[in-house]
């Protein structure tokens, strides 16, 4: 009995593994992601270096305005000397933070939401889509502003919550579609049969049919997690606490630096898009493991 | 019949009927209702395989379903060793699904494609908490050699891709039999798979049946089928039953103008379309009588007209020992008012 037998998700996963990496649209996905990665394990070494590399308290003692890249600052620094290259770096993490923390989170919920409405039917199932869809067509960035304005400066936690609480419908919809369809299949009679509980039916016959699909969808969830938070943090709402790559685009903005420092601009605007282009595409290519239709002739199953 | 307690019914189905009611909504009138069984009763012996024969659509599956609880009854009882069994919930049904198991009509739909061969066949015995891990595997390796899967370490940690239909459904088999149950339907388990592979599954139910005593229901469309495995068999037509008895008797010299037009239907080798036995069917639908007529009046060759359109017969015993529901052969006319005729025991 080899490993690859013994243990259901090794195997499955090295099988997806096989097909994904044929995909180019994964492999750079992949690849920029890992570059992100490694921006966010590297924040840690310029504080480490020296302290006036820290990104919100760090400031050079011998430059009080915006400079150009230098080779003590190579992205050059903002309007009160504070090194960019750290800020920025500091932002991929604080990105990774949110992003995962808030799919991860909204997954949860709409995993579990979207199984108990599929799975019991009728009433609760009604009172939860309805749920759903009341939630669906509320726009998040504009309730997190107005809860923002009630309550004052939002915690990075309390935005990353908040962006949970309301990107779980979609997740929900998807997962009590395939949980109606699983609901109907004859293993699961066979299960019921047998004498399984409900409990025992969700969560060891449905649930680790819907898992690959919530994975899925948990990379546009980072996605859509991070561009919220960037806008957020753009507009002034961010938790003034972090440096994120919306709060870097913020400080450009509000001291008039848009046009007159590209090297100021461009690095955080640039990684936002990056980040979330890597996440889309890491999704479809995910999309194309579990999706058999989507594959290409030659790829094997 | 082998091994057959005739005193002993291990299970009695008294007038039990299944209607689907159309669904309609505030827009949308009702659809018809579709009646799968019509008040069905019979007795099945411990220790015997009894055959439910009818075409696609009879009400033979339902019939299954209803006897382990899937679905409920519209009307009428289901009893499992003089216990009632309609309607039971909770820890009386739990008890109960230990007894009475099923093996499922579609091997390729009925294992979760996420769980191993051992997870699949040793969860009734989770479910019922029999044994330790170690007594648990032991218990899966035995039943699965004796389901011809084996080396049983060969097959523990495989997944449903990887077997083939006729694997699969041992795995369905070792399912269903791995808790020792006193009964076991069997929906149809070979209608997915090709005729060897059929042969083999045969055998192992008959083996089942021999070494372990598992009563059995087996569900399928195949005369052939029927004869080979079944002690006993009923032919069901559009939720009714047509006639009931001893298999060898029936298949050889059926009695009723369905069973007929059965046996005619089965293809012969070498025999052209002309070469039939009985031709009760009737090429050209007929007028159906009014509701309380016989169900097959409308394609019966033989029917009475007289009588036929009118009046329902009732399953009634004949001096050999089965039950017909045929006027042609003597049937009483169905009682609507008061409980039908229940027992078979003469058979």
């Known amino acids: 009995m080899t490993v690859r037998e013994r243990f259901p998700l090794f195997n499955s996963f090295l099988e997806g593994w096989s097909i994904f990496k044929q995909s180019l649209l994964g492999r750079i996905g992949l690849a920029l992601l890992v570059l992100f990665a490694l921006m966010a394990v590297c924040s840690y070494i310029p504080p480490w270096i020296d302290p006036m590399y820290n990104p919100m308290t760090g400031v050079d003692p011998d430059i009080t305005c915006c400079t150009p890249p230098s080779l003590r600052h190579w992205l050059g620094t903002d309007f009160m000397g504070r090194d960019i290259l750290s800020q920025l770096l500091a932002g991929a993490r604080v990105a990774f933070m949110v992003g995962i923390s808030a799919a991860v989170m909204s997954i949860v919920i709409g995993v579990a939401i979207g199984m108990t409405a599929g799975y019991m039917g009728r009433f609760i199932d009604t009172l939860l889509m309805r749920l759903a869809d009341m939630i669906m067509v509320m726009p998040t960035l504009l309730v997190i502003l107005i809860l923002a304005a009630i309550f004052g400066q939002l915690n990075i936690w309390t935005i990353v919550l908040i962006i949970a609480l309301f990107r779980w419908p979609g997740v929900s919809r998807i997962i009590r579609g395939q949980t109606l369809s699983l609901k109907q299949r004859p293993f699961i009679e066979a299960a019921k049969v047998a004498g399984a509980s409900h409990f025992r039916i969700i969560f060891q016959h449905i649930m680790p049919n819907v898992l690959p699909l919530a994975f899925l969808f948990m990379t546009f969830r980072v996605t859509a997690a991070i561009i919220t938070e960037a806008a957020l943090a753009f507009l002034g709402f961010g938790d003034p606490g972090t440096v994120s790559w919306g709060m870097m685009l913020q400080w450009v903005w509000k001291t008039g630096h848009m046009f007159k420092a590209p090297y100021w601009l461009l690095p955080p605007g640039m990684c936002i898009s990056l980040i979330t282009l890597s996440f889309y595409m890491l999704g479809r290519a995910m999309d194309e493991v579990l999706d058999p239709r989507l594959r290409k002739e030659d790829q094997t199953d | ?330 049937s009483d006319p169905e009682q609507t008012s008061f409980l039908p005729h229940v027992s078979n025991k003469g058979v």
């Open chain 2, 1 to 330: 019949m082998k091994t057959t307690d005739e005193n002993k019914p291990i299970l009695q189905i008294r007038n039990v009927s299944k209607i689907y009611r159309g669904k309609g909504n505030l827009f949308r009138s009702p659809g018809k209702d579709v009646v799968a069984l019509n008040r069905i009763s019979l007795d099945i012996f411990k220790g015997e395989i009894f055959g439910l024969v009818g075409e696609s659509g009879s009400g033979k599956t339902t019939a299954g379903r209803l006897v382990v609880s899937l679905e409920e009854t519209t009307s009428g009882r289901i009893f499992m060793e003089n216990r009632e069994v309609t309607g039971l919930k909770g820890r009386s049904l739990k008890a109960f699904r230990r007894k009475v198991q099923m093996i499922f009509q579609d091997p390729y739909q009925s294992l979760n494609p996420q769980r191993s061969v051992y997870d699949t066949v040793s969860e009734p015995l989770k479910i019922h908490r029999m044994g330790n891990a170690s007594e648990r595997k032991a218990k899966v390796k035995e039943i699965l050699k004796a389901v011809g899967l084996s080396p049983p370490d060969d097959f523990l940690f495989r997944y449903p891709h990887r077997l083939s239909g006729g694997q699969r459904q041992r795995v369905a088999i070792a399912r269903a039999m791995v808790l020792n149950p006193e009964f076991v339907i069997a929906d149809e388990p070979t209608s997915m798979l090709d005729a060897s592979i059929s042969a083999q599954i045969f055998n192992i139910l008959l083996a089942m049946r021999k070494d372990l005593g598992v009563t059995q229901m087996f569900i399928t469309h195949s005369l052939a089928a029927a004869r080979y495995i079944c002690d006993r068999i009923a032919v069901i037509y559009r939720g009714n039953l047509m006639e009931l008895g001893p298999a060898e008797a029936v298949i050889q010299n059926p009695r009723h103008p369905y069973t007929q037009a059965l046996i005619d239907a089965v293809p012969k080798f070498g025999h052209a379309k002309e070469a039939k036995l009985y031709g009760t069917l009737l090429a050209k639908r007929r007028e159906a009588g009014k509701d309380k007529g016989c169900i097959f009046y409308p394609v019966c060759a033989v029917a009475d007209d007289a009588i036929c359109p009118r009046k329902k017969p009732g399953l009634t015993p004949l001096d050999d020992g089965r039950m017909v529901a045929c006027f042609r052969e003597g």
